[in-house]
């Protein structure tokens, strides 16, 4: 097909504004997809997010439309991620497209991500059409959404599109809208040298990596020669192809398409997102901009409930991380949970959802420590190291300064909620940087928050303080310095390397006290007293007792002298201090959990 002929576009919207539905509605008028073979989130392939409503792994379906002109015309969809974890692959794939639909609920207007999508497809200079979705919902206000998106995304709404994703009314307007104003492939290169974009990768258990590409320059063919620029790696294309939405084997891929490689890859570590695929006959041509490395934000360790589950649990991961270059793990040993994985991940929905895959799909039964974020530590010798587990942290004296990653957060909520955001947010160590009013009734609150205050419960204590209304969007901006200090706990004087967390230096107490008032009561008791306490350092700063488990040693004197019963009572108490001495306090497995869940 001309190239002329071919519009690449993508669907970008806030979670649940309805564009899986759109992409559905989509595939059934190109007729991609039978009517009765179509189903919810059709191109949504994992149980996981269908169920969540939320797309995890990017898809691309190849669509032929003939429009109202009699031409026929090639529309590759190209579907994104659409949370903000997900942010390099969600700009790989604006940069794959010509256009962008930026579909906002009519019922619930301009929205965190909403922005944060429309300006990323501004940098990537697309064609955006505005797009308002369930017209057909009793409580939509399209005008007050159309004053919205004007207003606060900047964007012309004088040809602003008015569509029902779920009943299909408008869609046939918008695919002529995408046909019209979204131009064709533009040579960006004087030669024709292959030049690929890697959009995203996954495993197939048959025939290896499939890797998701977009032609920027020259022909893809099957049994051709290739190179990945960033490994420098080289491998035969054994298979080129197309997904309509189902995959489609294709001798090449021209100029302007969309679609799939197979090179027999082992491992999806080796087609990293964003690089440049070019001829083994020119290796020195200069890659696609824009890739760089995507690197872990938060951590935890992933330990077995079961010590004898550790070999499972490897598996698991080993088979996780081939369908997730952006996931990684690396062994590691707790004191207090045995032998377990040190995780990465690229923030909180990414940790969710490997868990969930965890339990779901290979029945684990795993127990998760408290997520941590990188630290930058400076050392006394001038180098900077990075620490991503609180039990790794040197001595004060070890160590000038550290540095904990700053987030910017954008968040919309409705005008009466914007006292508790404030106040949640002043709480949590954050500094305002705007707050403007956006339309009728809503706010824009932007704040520079610690990630680290950000990753237990701050995004539930935003539903809780805004009623449910409230949207958050986040982008990690710098490393600053603060006064920063590890708090240990420690049981009968042994620290607990799983509950050690590093603080700011004005919340230890609270912190320390509330932890060790939960731990005195999940601890078993002992025949001895245990000493729980909370310290920075050797300074101890919060302490409680759990109380021994006593026997009445003097029930059988009846009588006579008090001597005999201080005797005896004597006696037990040389007994318990050996106890103590030689004792070890075994923490329950359920008692971490509960631990690890408490607010810090």
């Known amino acids: 097909m001309d190239s002329n002929n071919i519009r690449n576009f993508c669907i970008i919207a806030h979670i649940d504004h309805g ?128 004053k919205q998106i004007e207003e606060v995304v900047g964007l012309d709404v004088d040809d602003a599109l008015q569509i029902s994703a779920k009943t299909g009314q408008g869609v046939d307007a918008l695919l002529e809208a995408i046909i019209e104003r979204f131009s064709p492939p533009q040579p960006k290169f004087d030669d024709e040298l292959l030049r690929a974009l890697v959009i995203d990768s996954w495993y197939d258990s048959y025939r290896g990596a499939v890797v998701l590409v977009r032609v920027f320059s020259g022909t893809l063919k099957s049994g051709m020669k290739i190179r990945f620029s960033s490994t420098g790696r080289e491998y035969e294309a054994t298979e080129v192809g197309t997904f309509t939405p189902d995959a489609r084997k294709l001798k090449a891929l021209e100029f302007g398409e969309v679609g799939y490689v197979i090179c027999s890859i082992k491992s999806v570590h080796e087609t990293k997102i964003g690089d440049t695929i070019t001829s083994v006959k020119t290796p020195d041509l200069a890659p696609l901009p824009g890739f760089r490395v995507v690197k872990p934000m938060v951590f935890c360790g992933v330990f077995p409930t079961d010590p004898g589950g550790y070999q499972d649990l490897r598996d698991s991961l080993d ?42 799909e290979y029945g684990l039964d795993i127990i998760m420590t408290t997520p941590t974020v990188v630290y930058k530590i400076h050392d006394n010798d001038g180098s900077i190291v990075d620490i991503d587990n609180p039990a790794k942290l040197p001595e004060p004296s070890a160590f000038t300064a550290i540095e904990e990653p700053f987030i910017r957060t954008t968040i919309h909520v409705p005008q009466e909620h914007v006292g508790g955001i404030i106040k949640l947010c002043e709480d949590r160590r954050g500094i305002q940087e705007s707050l403007n009013y956006a339309g009728p009734g809503r706010v824009i609150v932007i704040y520079a928050l610690p990630m680290a205050e950000v990753l237990y419960d701050f995004y539930d204590k935003l539903k809780s303080a805004s009623r449910g209304y409230a949207s958050m969007d986040y ?88 001597s005999r019963k201080r005797k005896l009572l004597e006696k037990q108490k040389e007994g318990k201090k050996r106890m103590k001495a030689v004792g070890n306090v075994v923490i329950p497995q359920d008692a971490f959990l509960a631990l690890l869940k408490i607010d810090r």
Do not use: W
Request: charge should be negative; aromatic fraction near 6%.
């Open 319 to 360: 088979k996780l991380v081939l369908n997730d270059s952006s996931f990684v793990f690396e062994p590691e040993t707790s004191q207090a949970l045995g032998f377990g994985f040190r995780c990465g991940f690229l923030g909180l929905l990414h940790m969710e959802i490997i868990q969930e895959r965890l339990e779901r």
């Open 19 to 146: 564009k899986s539905t759109l992409a559905d509605r989509i595939l059934e008028i190109t007729g991609a997809v039978d009517t009765r073979s179509l189903k919810a989130q059709h191109l949504d392939k994992m149980e996981l997010e269908r169920e969540r409503g939320i797309t995890i792994k990017a898809q691309t379906a190849r669509l032929s439309y003939t429009a109202s002109d009699g031409e026929t015309y090639r529309l590759n969809l190209i579907d994104t991620p659409g949370h903000v974890d997900f942010h390099y692959e969600v700009e790989r794939s604006l940069q794959a497209c010509e256009g962008a639909l930026l579909l906002v609920d009519a019922t619930q207007g301009v929205q965190a991500q909403t922005m944060a999508n429309a300006y990323l497809s501004l940098e990537a200079d697309l064609e955006i059409i505005p797009v308002v979705n369930k017209i057909d919902v009793a409580g939509a206000d399209i005008e007050a959404t159309l």
């Open 475 to 562: 982008e990690v901006i710098e490393h600053r310095a603060g006064p920063l200090v590890r708090l240990d706990v420690l049981i009968n004087g042994d620290r607990v390397d799983a509950l050690s967390a590093i603080v700011h230096k004005d919340n230890t107490y609270l912190i320390g006290r509330d932890l060790t008032r939960k731990i005195k009561e999940l601890v078993p008791r002992q025949q001895y007293e245990v000493a729980v306490q909370a310290a920075v350092g050797t300074k101890v700063i919060a302490r409680t007792t759990v109380k021994a488990l006593r026997k009445n040693v003097t029930a059988k004197c009846y009588g006579g002298d008090i």
